[in-house]
Structures are given as structure tokens and as C-alpha cells.
């Protein structure tokens, strides 16, 4: 995966942690649903769902980042800067 695309940089750590559990969890549910041990499978399960809505969460984040850059940009591109912007929001 490439974290740079899909998370900022300050949760780039907190991601790699939750991608790795995803994967851990999803294959010990495989492992255990194999096994016969579908309470197990169910629990881990249920955990890899925590972790790819904690992805989810972080994800949106960097989404949300990246459309507030563009905005910003296309601002200064027009040549509205951070004073005339204060100014309209008073």
C-alpha cells in the first residue's frame, strides 16, 4: 500500500499499526474458520473491522486535508490571501 497516498504524514505510524492488525486479524479468522473455531474467526473479525474503520477514519482525514490544500490554492491562484479572507469572515 502506499500510506502516502491514502494518510498524512503525522498518522503515517497509527496507520501502518492498523493495516498490519487488519491483516493479522483476517488471517487468523481464515486460520480459525479453517479450523472449525468460528467463535474465534467471528472475534477477529470483528476486530479487523476496527482497524478498517480506524483506516476509514484516517483516510477521510487525508481526504479532507488534501481538499482544504486545493481550496487554499486555488485562492492564492486568484490572488485571495489569508488577510482578505479574515476580513470576509468578520
Not at 14 to 27: L, Q, T, V
Not at 35 to 61: V, Y
Not at 72 to 86: K, R, V, W
Request: net charge negative; charged share 30%.
Amino acid at each position: 500500500m502506499r500510506f502516502h497516498e491514502h494518510f498524512l504524514l503525522g498518522d503515517m505510524l497509527e496507520a501502518s499499526n492498523e493495516y498490519e492488525s487488519f491483516r493479522e486479524c483476517h488471517m487468523l479468522a481464515i486460520h480459525h474458520t479453517v479450523s472449525g473455531e468460528f467463535d474465534l474467526a467471528e472475534e477477529r473479525i470483528i476486530d479487523a473491522l476496527k482497524s478498517l474503520e480506524e483506516l476509514n477514519r484516517l483516510s477521510r482525514s487525508k481526504r479532507s486535508n488534501d481538499r482544504l490544500l486545493r481550496i487554499a490554492n486555488q485562492l492564492a491562484i486568484a490572488g485571495i490571501g489569508p488577510d482578505e479572507i479574515s476580513r470576509s469572515l468578520l
